[in-house]
């Protein structure tokens, strides 16, 4: 019994034990619940919901850290949105040379084993599951800040004020290499600067001005470029001189070789002609000259010029020039280098770099040192004519190298608003080398792209110099440190970094107006960056959604740290204007312009009436100009508006035209419109009828008929500016008084002959037309039969 009774105490014991651990884990559960509740509404109610597309785990991490909520990116049809295409042509998706495929296109099995992994962070943070707890307890409600990698994504113009968004809508106009090559054109209108000091030259191949303007471009490359061989060879010729002049005993007979080809010294003048042609151009010296005025070389001309171009730089022919043209050509290259900022870094083999104009990560891009050969790529792709989205651009064929080893810089920076246009320039950046040595006799892409997503798949060269960092990055510390062993080290400071800086505001200032201006929106840039021999940067081109995946120890640190300080200027800093914004530093900030609301297409002609001409007039109807005219006059009557007079024609029988047998139409009935009442009716009018044809005085057996019209308004008393003869209706004789004696064409025998009506009837003097005349308080009508 003891055994037994023990036993069931056992087993109450474990029973117990176990509905206490369920009661614990279900409170547990509940207590979590609860804790996630709260903090949902405390993020709803701060508006603290965001929503990120891609794998951007330091974002969430420090968003999350903030006590914002994530709310999981949806399709419409309810699934979770999945990651772009890694070769999905952007030029196909919008107007930017987005670089959404980056984050993505970062695999795995090219990330270093001891690198900090961000994607465990999250995980550790949600252990239990909390956060995603909350995600699905904020499913329905709107999020406040939002991080895309495609701009695409979402319509800025659904999201409210509130809504904060990393992209700018119509950015394609500086993160495409079409959009960049053709504002940075405008640059004169927005700055006094010159876009040629800082972007290689570029040219729409798909547009036929420009693939014009490219040729000729090429043609004058190719001129100077020989003006430059001509001076190396000179400058060669003295050092190998001098070197068989301190070592003469080491000097051995060489073997026979091949004589190489030969061009004469009349390829020199061409291309010296050439240069001085296009110099006079500049100077505008050649104003006078007619469009159709033939150049020094013609097409075909350049074609054969382009021809023994080839021959001596790339097949080794020997040039030969005269001693007095040496002088000649370092003459002319000197004015050149004042005009043509690019004449150092373009070298002397003419190497242009063809490249897609939406395309990012390197894709697609080749290059070139012939004509034909690119001529022959854009005629023979109808879809490159089409679109007009390939562009060519001069190649920096004398760069900066490190251990003579390419590299180019890229740098971040922040634009947070457009109106005024506020720019943030981080201060840590990264360079990227190329796998192999450079060289302008092998223009394949693993020497001149420097682009990690072309290297990564690349191997090392061994003919690389040890020093260079395998995985062929370095931090922009390092590389000031690199500076400072060659000798330059204020070359930072003072060229690449104020240069950068310049570069950025240019390809922002001329992208202003077409940019969608948002006030809630933000975007981070990448910018890419080759230097030249003198520290000279130069701007290549500019990414949208610059790829943030730590591929390198290097990306691993800077890109945590900018995606850290992003959210320190575009979230701490509204609360805090006087916050940390880490290694952000705002380099341009303009003044604020006030943009006029468009309310749609509003056309107005504004204008003054045109009079028709005295003698138009008279010669209408039919009248000399020495008769008294009898035109309108304002006239005020009791109790009555200002009135507009009006006069249309009407038809009009009159008696005393009977017994001439035809009948008269005079020209004008008088309408006057009251605007207090805003109606129409017809004027008070006094009319007579003048005689159409009264060429010559007639005796006065010969009956006339004439009905004068003149219509009043009440209004002003003022006389007719254009001093016109007023009629008033007081004093019947005053007809024959006023009118003077001179006047041989009304006859004063018609005068007394007048039937007065029961008014009076005043006819002014053409002498005094500022004379006020009296009123009528209402229209009378007046015939007379002479």
Not at 425 to 445: E, H, M, V
């Amino acid at each position: 019994m003891a055994a037994a009774h023990t036993t069931l105490t056992g087993q109450h014991c474990q029973g117990s034990l176990v509905l206490w651990q369920g009661f614990s884990k279900a409170s547990h559960h509940m207590g979590r619940l609860r804790n996630a509740r709260i903090h949902v509404e405390r993020a709803v109610k701060q508006k603290k919901i965001f929503m990120i597309q891609g794998r951007y785990p330091v974002i969430r991490c420090l968003l999350r850290r903030r006590g914002w909520v994530e709310k999981k990116m949806v399709h419409h049809s309810g699934t979770t949105l999945p990651p772009p295409q890694k070769d999905l042509d952007s030029s196909v998706m919008g107007d930017s040379d987005t670089t959404e495929g980056e984050d993505e296109d970062e695999d795995e099995a090219f990330r270093p084993p001891q690198l900090f992994d961000f994607d465990d962070v999250l995980e550790f943070d949600d252990l239990d599951g909390t956060h995603a707890l909350m995600s699905r307890m904020v499913r329905n409600e709107i999020p406040y800040f939002i991080w895309t990698t495609r701009r695409d994504v979402l319509d800025c113009q659904i999201l409210s004020k509130d809504q904060m968004i990393n992209h700018y809508a119509r950015a394609g106009s500086f993160t495409t290499k079409v959009g960049l090559c053709l504002n940075l054109r405008n640059l004169p209108w927005f700055d006094e600067a010159d876009a040629d000091s800082f972007f290689p030259r570029c040219y729409r191949l798909g547009a036929e001005d420009d693939k014009k303007a490219f040729i000729e471009d090429f043609w004058l490359t190719a001129a100077r470029n020989v003006l430059k061989l001509v001076v190396k060879s000179e400058w060669k010729s003295f050092s190998i001189q001098a070197e068989e002049e301190e070592a003469p005993g080491d000097k051995q007979p060489k073997k026979q070789e091949k004589k190489p080809a030969t061009v004469s010294p009349e390829f020199v003048d061409e291309a010296l002609c050439a240069c001085e042609e296009h110099l006079s151009n500049l100077a505008h010296m050649d104003i006078d000259k007619g469009l159709e005025a033939p150049l020094y070389l013609s097409p075909e001309g350049w074609s054969l010029f382009l021809q023994r171009y080839y021959q001596v730089v790339h097949e080794g022919a020997e040039l030969r020039h005269l001693d007095t043209q040496i002088q000649r050509c370092e003459d002319i290259l000197q004015q050149l280098r004042a005009v043509v900022p690019q004449i150092d870094m373009e070298g002397d083999r003419n190497v242009w770099i063809v490249k897609p104009g939406a395309k990012s990560r390197g894709r697609g891009i080749m290059c070139m040192d012939h004509l034909e050969e690119m001529l022959k790529l854009v005629d023979g792709n109808p879809m490159m004519m089409k679109d007009g989205k390939w562009v060519v651009q001069k190649y920096i064929e004398r760069p900066l190298l490190i251990f003579g080893t390419k590299f180019d810089l890229r740098q971040w920076f922040l634009v947070t608003d457009w109106n005024p246009l506020t720019v943030w320039f981080y201060r840590d950046s990264y360079i990227r080398f190329s796998t192999q040595p450079f060289s302008l006799k092998n223009l394949d892409n693993s020497v001149h792209l420097c682009n990690n997503s072309i290297q990564k798949h690349l191997e090392n060269s061994c003919h690389r110099h040890p020093l260079l960092p395998s995985d062929n990055m370095w931090s922009s510390q390092k590389f000031q440190a690199h500076l400072q062993e060659m000798g330059a080290p204020n070359a930072w400071s003072t060229i690449i970094v104020p240069g950068m800086k310049a570069a950025v505001i240019h390809a922002l200032q001329t992208s202003q107006d077409t940019v969608q201006c948002r006030k809630a929106s933000f975007e981070l840039y990448g910018a890419d960056f080759v230097f030249g021999e003198d520290f000279q940067p130069w701007l290549i081109e500019i990414n949208a959604s610059p790829t943030m995946a730590p591929s390198t120890a290097v990306t691993a640190r800077l890109c945590a740290g900018v995606q850290a300080d992003t959210l320190r200027v575009v979230i701490d800093r509204r609360l805090d204007r006087n916050c940390d914004t880490g290694a952000f530093e705002l380099i341009y900030k303009q003044p604020a312009v006030e943009v006029p609301q468009y309310v749609g297409i509003r056309l107005l002609v504004e204008g003054s009436t045109i009079k028709k001409p005295l003698a138009m007039c008279h010669r209408q109807m039919g009248v000399r100009p020495a008769l008294p005219h009898l035109l309108t006059q304002r006239a005020s009557g009791e109790g009555k508006d200002l009135g507009t007079v009006t006069h249309r024609s009407a038809p009009r029988k009159v008696a005393g035209a009977r017994s001439l047998g035809h009948t008269e139409k005079p020209d004008s009935t008088a309408t006057t419109s009251a605007p207090g009442k805003g109606k129409k009716g017809k004027a008070k009018c006094a009319s007579a009828l003048v005689y159409p044809n009264l060429r010559k005085w007639e005796p006065p057996s010969t009956r006339m008929g004439c009905i004068f019209t003149m219509t009043f308004a009440s209004g002003d008393r003022q006389p007719h500016p254009l001093n016109r003869l007023p009629l008033s209706l007081k004093n019947p004789q005053a007809l024959g008084k006023t009118i003077p004696p001179k006047h041989p064409k009304v006859p004063r025998q018609f005068l007394p002959a007048l039937q007065a009506p029961p008014n009076h009837l005043d006819l002014q003097p053409r002498r005094s037309p500022t004379k006020k005349t009296p009123v009528a308080s209402k229209s009378h009508h007046l015939q007379s039969i002479f």
